[in-house]
């Protein structure tokens, strides 16, 4: 393979991932950051010579990031100024190599990657895009006689000029001249490198790519449970060092139990499905396609179903149904986080203050790190809770709580005179009846 640069843009902090705090490329599945499960794909693919863009929050992550046999740069984009300057800064590391441009957290098959590396051959630019049945908010490809001709960003639904979904896996095989381009760009939406694209296909033959297979952005925080999915889905029976499992626990299809993991009686586990380092599964729990992080406590007569849960988070009698929790999160016995609305239609969420369509019908709460919720809560689907916050003993919340709030009920109680007795062995007629 000829050399080609990979600039991996992973500096954006993603407003629209809120509550979860945690970096979209540094979100962990089975126990490895989003990006770490990117760089292996492309080491694995034949690339070699990487440089990631990052935040600076993220320094400290790149710094102590090793991946045996692989060797990547980081450069800092001190300021969210979109992808275009953040490609700029990368400019100084690429000389007169080719370049792919890729997003660090979309997931994509290895099947990409080899089309990618044939049509690479050709020595022309070209686009990546997916064909979608449902409408995604994203740009769309618009299509001459197999070129590429314009990308209409986020056109509305019916508007679309294609299917075909713009992925960010673009190859540049003369960076130069989209520099010159790109440079020229002004904009006060951080969307400079989406317009030096739009002239940059009119000006030159851009060919692309329809990709076929698997593609999971990360976009806004539900998203985490797709990926969620598909990495469990890839998945094979393990079991880890010391881990310990009670006598009848039933475990059906694949799990991956990790190290010092404790399964206690009477509890069933249905894969495909992962549990973390260091956790304890409880009596009477039920685990259906969920991943759990390292150092959960799940108590007794938990169920947790399509569910993403990170590290250090513990649960008593809880329903946890298709839900993201970040982690270090504490439910407190009888609270639910509800998945299912009562008309069963598709589940909403507000995303900076607009109603945006989940295309989930089951669908249950994103809880970001450090939240407590007290017993006998109730969480309403689609509800998304701050990173800080509590929530009191049999609140019903069906709106977003912000971060770093408590939010308690009013109750109140009226006391009066009991003049009804209760005389000793009254429930003998019960008692008979079920002897």
């Avoid at 540094?26 to 292996?40: A, E, F, G, K, S």
């Avoid at 863009?53 to 300021?79: A, C, H, R, W």
């Avoid at 099947?111 to 895009?129: H, N, R, V």
């Avoid at 009226?414 to 209760?422: A, E, L, M, S």
Wanted: glycine share 10%; with cysteine.
């Amino acid at each position: 393979m000829e050399k080609v640069i990979i600039i991996m843009l992973a500096a954006g902090r993603g407003k629209r991932f809120w509550p979860i705090m945690t970096s979209k490329s540094q979100v962990t599945y089975l126990d490895r950051p989003l990006v770490v499960h990117n760089l292996l794909r492309l080491k694995e693919a034949g690339f070699h010579d990487v440089v990631i863009v990052i935040n600076p929050v993220d320094v400290q992550f790149y710094m102590s990031l090793s991946i045996p046999g692989f060797v990547f740069k980081t450069v800092i984009q001190q300021e969210a100024l979109g992808m275009g300057d953040a490609l700029l800064r990368a400019r100084d590391h690429i000389g007169d190599s080719s370049v792919l441009v890729i997003n660090a957290e979309d997931v994509v098959e290895m099947s990409l990657y080899q089309q990618i590396i044939d049509t690479m051959k050709e020595g022309k630019p070209f686009l990546c895009a997916k064909a979608v049945d449902t409408y995604f908010d994203g740009g769309y490809l618009e299509i001459n006689d197999h070129r590429v001709v314009g990308i209409i960003e986020k056109p509305g639904e019916r508007k679309m000029p294609s299917t075909l979904v713009n992925l960010v896996f673009h190859y540049l095989p003369h960076p130069k001249d989209f520099f010159t381009i790109l440079e020229k760009q002004t904009s006060d939406q951080d969307d400079a490198y989406e317009k030096a694209l739009e002239v940059f296909v009119k000006r030159e033959i851009v060919g692309f790519i329809a990709y076929s297979g698997s593609w999971f952005p990360t976009k806004y925080p539900w998203h985490v449970l797709d990926v969620s999915q598909y990495f469990l889905r890839q998945i094979e029976n393990y079991r880890g060092k010391d881990v310990s499992i009670s006598a009848n626990v039933t475990i059906e299809g694949p799990v991956y139990i990790d190290d010092n993991v404790k399964i206690f009686e009477h509890t069933k586990i249905v894969g495909p499905a992962y549990i973390g380092k260091g956790s304890i599964i409880g009596n009477n729990n039920i685990i259906r396609k969920s991943h759990i992080g390292t150092r959960c406590v799940t108590g007794f007569n938990t169920d947790i179903t399509r569910s993403y849960v990170g590290d250090d988070c513990w649960f008593h009698s809880n329903y946890i149904g298709d839900s993201v929790l970040e982690g270090n999160v504490g439910m407190g016995s009888g609270a639910v986080l509800a998945n299912l609305r009562l008309d069963e239609g598709e589940i909403c969420s507000i995303i900076k203050g607009e109603k945006v369509n989940t295309r989930k019908k089951k669908f249950g709460a994103v809880i970001g790190r450090n939240v407590r919720i007290g017993v006998n809560a109730s969480v309403m689907p689609g509800v998304k809770i701050g990173g800080g916050s509590f929530v009191g003993a049999g609140v019903i919340l069906d709106k977003d709580l912000p971060d770093n709030k408590f939010c308690m009920g009013k109750i109140e109680y009226i006391v009066i005179d009991n003049t009804r007795k209760t005389e000793k062995n009254t429930r003998d007629e019960f008692r008979q009846k079920l002897s």
